[in-house]
T-cell receptor
Framework: GNSVTQMEGPVTLSEEAFLTINCTYT??????LFWYVQYPGEGLQLLLK?????DKGSNKGFEATYRKETTSFHLEKGSVQVSDSAVYFC?????????FGPGTRLSVLP | EAQVTQNPRYLITVTGKKLTVTCSQN?????MSWYRQDPGLGLRQIYY???????DKGDVPEGYKVSRKEKRNFPLILESPSPNQTSLYFC??????????????FGPGTRLTVL
C-alpha cells in the first residue's frame, strides 16, 4: 500500500540555521507529493507541492524536489525563522487516497 | 472568504451517544474528505467523497459514517462513539482537476473526547 515516512522529531534549530526534514514514500503509480504545515491550534495549510518527477516545489523560502529514483521529497530551507516553528507533514496522493506522514515538529529558537 | 468550516470545534461526549460533526465548504469543490489526527500517527483518512452521493472508505473507516447529499456539506457521523475515537478531526476539500489531484484546503479541526 501507499505510505509516507518522515524523520522523527522534534527538530530544534537556532534562527538562521539550515533546515532539512527528510521524507520518503512508497506508492503505486505516479503520486503527487505535498508538504503541509500546521501552526499551533490551526488546521493544515499547503506549503508546497510537486506533481511529477524532478519537479521542484517552493514557497516562503522552503523547497522540495520530487526524486523518483530515491522516492524522496525532502523539505529544505536555507535560513529558518522563529515564525517557522510548526509541525510539518509530508503527504502524497495516489488515485483518490491521500496519505500523510506522522509529522515533524520544528522549534526555532531566537 | 474561501473556507472550510467545521462544527463544533470542541466536543466532550459519552460512550454510545450518537453525534454528528458538520463540515461545509464555500469553494464549490467536488472532493471532500475527513481525517483524524493522533499523536505519532499523523493524519489518517477516514472517508472521502468525489462528488454528491459518491463516498468511499479511507484507511480507518470503522465506527464512522458519512453522507454527501449536497456539494457543500460532508457531515461525519459517529453512531456509537467509543473512547478510541477520541481524536482531533479535520475536514478538507479540493477541486478535482484532470487526474484527480489538487491542493486540499483544511478546516480548523474538531477536538472530540469520548468518555
Amino acid at each position: 500500500g501507499n505510505s509516507v515516512t518522515q524523520m522523527e522529531g522534534p527538530v530544534t534549530l537556532s534562527e538562521e540555521a539550515f533546515l532539512t526534514i527528510n521524507c520518503t514514500y512508497t506508492a503505486t503509480g505516479y503520486p503527487s507529493l505535498f508538504w503541509y504545515v500546521q501552526y499551533p491550534g490551526e488546521g493544515l495549510q499547503l506549503l508546497l507541492k510537486a506533481t511529477k518527477a524532478d519537479d521542484k516545489g517552493s514557497n516562503k523560502g522552503f523547497e522540495a524536489t520530487y526524486r523518483k529514483e530515491t522516492t524522496s521529497f525532502h523539505l529544505e530551507k536555507g535560513s529558518v525563522q522563529v515564525s517557522d516553528s510548526a509541525v510539518y507533514f509530508c503527504a502524497l496522493i495516489s488515485g483518490q487516497n491521500f496519505v500523510f506522514g506522522p509529522g515533524t515538529r520544528l522549534s526555532v529558537l531566537p | 472568504e474561501a473556507q472550510v468550516t467545521q462544527n463544533p470545534r470542541y466536543l466532550i461526549t459519552v460512550t454510545g451517544k450518537k453525534l454528528t460533526v458538520t463540515c461545509s465548504q464555500n469553494m464549490n469543490h467536488e472532493y471532500m474528505s475527513w481525517y483524524r489526527q493522533d499523536p505519532g500517527l499523523g493524519l489518517r483518512q477516514i472517508y472521502y467523497s468525489m462528488n454528491v452521493e459518491v463516498t468511499d472508505k479511507g484507511d480507518v473507516p470503522e465506527g464512522y459514517k458519512v453522507s454527501r447529499k449536497e456539494k457543500r456539506n460532508f457531515p461525519l457521523i459517529l453512531e456509537s462513539p467509543s473512547p478510541n475515537q477520541t481524536s482531533l478531526y479535520f475536514c478538507a476539500s479540493s477541486t478535482r482537476l484532470a487526474g484527480g489531484r489538487d491542493t486540499q484546503y483544511f478546516g480548523p479541526g474538531t477536538r472530540l473526547t469520548v468518555l
